[in-house]
C-alpha cells in the first residue's frame, strides 16, 4: 500500500471533483426543465404528441449512455451543415457535449419519474381546486406541481446518484473529471488499488452527501398519505 | 447501407459478432452477479453485525462509485492481484487476463450488487408465515429452501432483476475502454476506419436499443409465468 501516493494525488483528485461537480449540476437543472417538460407531453391527449414524448424516453433510456455521448460528439460534428451555424461553437467542446448528453439522458428518466409522480395525485386534490374556482393554471403551478416534486423525491435522488455515477463517463471524452484524473494516475503509476480508494472514497462521500440531504428533504417536505 | 453488408466490403458480420459478444458478455456478468448475489444476499439479512456490515459494504460501494472507476480497478489491477496469488504458490511468469474475464468480472460485481439488493427486498417481502409453516411440517432444508421460499422469492424478484437486467446490458458498452471487441468497441474501430462515426454510433445505439427490447420481451413472458399462482 503506497501511502505517499494517496496523499500526493488525493489534491489533485479533489479538483477534478470540482469539474464532477459542475458537469452534475448543471446537466441536472437543465435535465430537470427537460424532464419536466417530456412528463407534461406524456400526460397530453393527443395521440402523436403523446407517442414523440413516450419515443423519446424510450431511446434515452434504452441505450448506453456512452452511446449517446459518442453520438453528440464524434457523431454530430460530421454534419457539414451544423459546422457552419452557431451551434458548433457549442459542440466543438468535449465540455458542453458532455452536458448535453448527461441533460438528455437525465431528462428522459426525470420525466418517467415525474410523470409517474403526476398521476398518482389524487384526482380529489384537483376536484377541489377546480370546485373552488381556481384557474386550471394555477392548479397545475400550485397544486399539482408541489405535489409531484414531493412524491417524486425519492425516486429523483436515486437519479441524482445515478448521475453523479454518469459523469464519469466524460472522461471517454477528453474531460478531466475525477474518473480522468483517477485513470490518469493509475495509468502512470499503475496503482490501481490506492487510486480506486481514494477516488472512491470521494464519490462515495459525494453519495453520501446528496443520499441524506434528500432523506431530509422528504422528512421536512415529504407527503403522508 | 453499404457500409452494413457482410463480408470484406462492409461492418455487418464485424458488427454481427460484436452484439454476440455483448450478449456473451451481459449473461455472463449477470450469472456472475447472482454468484455474489447468493454470498451476500444471506450477509446483508444476518443478525450477526459483522456479517451485516460486510454484505452493506459491498452494496453501498459498488452502487456508490461509477462502474468505469470499477472497471479500470479490475483492467489495471486484476493481472496484477492474480499474479500476487500465483507468486504464493510459486509461479512467478507473468499473466495476461483476457479482456473477456476482466470485463465480464467488474460487469458481474457491479451487477452483483444490484441483484443482492433485489434478492433482500424479495426475501425480506415473504409472508413470515411461510417460513414458520416449512419449519413446522418438518420439511429438510432442501424442500425447505428450493420447492418453498425460492419460487415466491423468484416471483417477487423477477420484475426487478429484468431492472437489473437491463443496467447490466448497458453498463457492458464501458468495458470498450479495455479493449473487449463488443458492440461500442466495434462501432468505434469501423468509425475511425470509415469516417462515419455518426452513422456507427447511431446503429450501436438501434442495435442495443433492439437487445433490449427483445429481453424485455422474453423477461416480460418469464414474469407471467412465475406469477401464475397468484
Known amino acids: ?225 | 447501407m453499404e457500409l452494413l453488408y457482410f463480408g470484406d466490403k462492409g461492418w455487418g458480420d464485424e458488427l454481427f459478432f460484436a452484439t454476440l459478444m455483448t450478449i456473451a458478455v451481459s449473461i455472463t456478468a449477470m450469472i456472475i452477479g447472482f454468484l455474489f448475489a447468493a454470498l451476500f444476499t444471506p450477509l446483508k439479512i444476518s443478525n450477526n453485525k459483522v456479517l451485516n456490515s460486510i454484505g452493506n459494504a459491498y452494496t453501498t460501494v459498488i452502487r456508490g462509485v461509477p462502474e468505469l472507476l470499477v472497471i479500470y480497478l479490475f483492467f489495471f489491477g486484476g493481472s496484477g492481484a492474480i499474479m500476487f496469488v500465483a507468486s504464493i504458490f510459486g509461479y512467478n511468469d507473468y499473466i495476461e487476463i483476457n479482456a473477456f474475464l476482466t470485463g465480464s468480472f467488474s460487469i458481474g460485481i457491479i451487477s452483483g450488487a444490484y441483484s443482492t439488493e433485489v434478492f433482500r427486498g424479495a426475501l425480506q417481502s415473504i409472508d413470515k408465515g411461510q417460513f414458520e409453516a416449512a419449519k413446522v411440517l418438518g420439511f429438510n432444508k432442501y424442500i425447505y429452501f428450493f420447492k418453498i421460499i425460492l419460487p415466491q422469492m423468484l416471483r417477487l424478484a423477477i420484475p426487478n432483476l429484468s431492472n437489473v437486467w437491463q443496467i447490466t446490458l448497458k453498463d457492458t458498452s464501458l468495458i470498450s475502454v479495455t479493449g473487449l471487441v463488443e458492440i461500442m468497441r466495434q462501432s468505434y474501430i469501423a468509425a475511425g476506419s470509415t469516417r462515419d462515426p455518426l452513422f456507427f454510433y447511431s446503429f450501436a445505439a438501434v442495435l442495443y436499443l433492439m437487445l433490449t427490447f427483445l429481453s424485455m420481451q422474453l423477461l416480460n413472458r418469464l414474469e407471467t409465468k412465475y406469477s401464475k399462482g397468484y
Not at chain 1, 419519474?113 to 403526476?118: D, G, K, P, Q
Not at chain 1, 440531504?213 to 407527503?223: A, D, H, N, Q, S
Open chain 1, 1 to 225: 500500500m503506497d501511502i505517499e501516493l494517496m496523499i500526493n494525488s488525493f489534491p489533485k483528485l479533489l479538483n477534478a471533483t470540482l469539474i464532477t461537480l459542475k458537469l452534475l449540476s448543471v446537466s441536472l437543472i437543465l435535465g430537470l426543465f427537460i424532464g419536466l417538460g417530456f412528463a407534461i407531453l406524456r400526460m397530453n391527449n393527443n395521440k402523436f404528441i403523446n407517442k414523440f414524448a413516450y419515443g423519446y424516453s424510450y431511446i434515452f433510456r434504452g441505450t448506453p449512455l456512452l452511446v449517446q455521448i459518442f453520438i453528440i460528439y464524434f457523431g454530430l460534428g460530421q454534419i457539414e451543415y451544423l459546422r457552419t451555424t452557431f451551434l458548433w461553437v457549442v459542440l466543438k467542446e468535449p465540455y458542453w457535449c458532455a452536458i448535453i448528453a448527461f441533460s438528455l439522458n437525465t431528462g428522459a428518466y426525470t420525466s418517467e419519474i415525474l410523470r409517474s409522480a403526476f398521476q398518482t395525485i389524487k384526482p380529489g386534490y384537483l376536484e377541489a381546486g377546480r370546485s373552488l374556482g381556481i384557474p386550471s393554471k394555477i392548479i397545475f403551478t400550485k397544486i399539482q406541481i408541489p405535489i409531484a416534486i414531493k412524491q417524486s423525491l425519492p425516486a429523483y435522488g436515486n437519479e441524482i446518484i445515478l448521475m453523479l455515477k454518469g459523469t464519469s463517463l466524460a472522461s471517454t471524452v477528453t474531460l478531466m473529471d475525477l474518473t480522468g484524473v483517477a485513470k490518469y494516475i493509475i495509468s502512470t503509476t499503475f496503482k490501481p488499488v490506492e487510486v480506486f480508494i481514494v477516488a472512491g472514497g470521494i464519490y462515495l462521500f459525494m453519495t453520501f452527501i446528496i443520499h441524506n440531504v434528500i432523506k431530509y428533504l422528504e422528512k421536512k417536505y415529504g407527503f403522508q398519505t
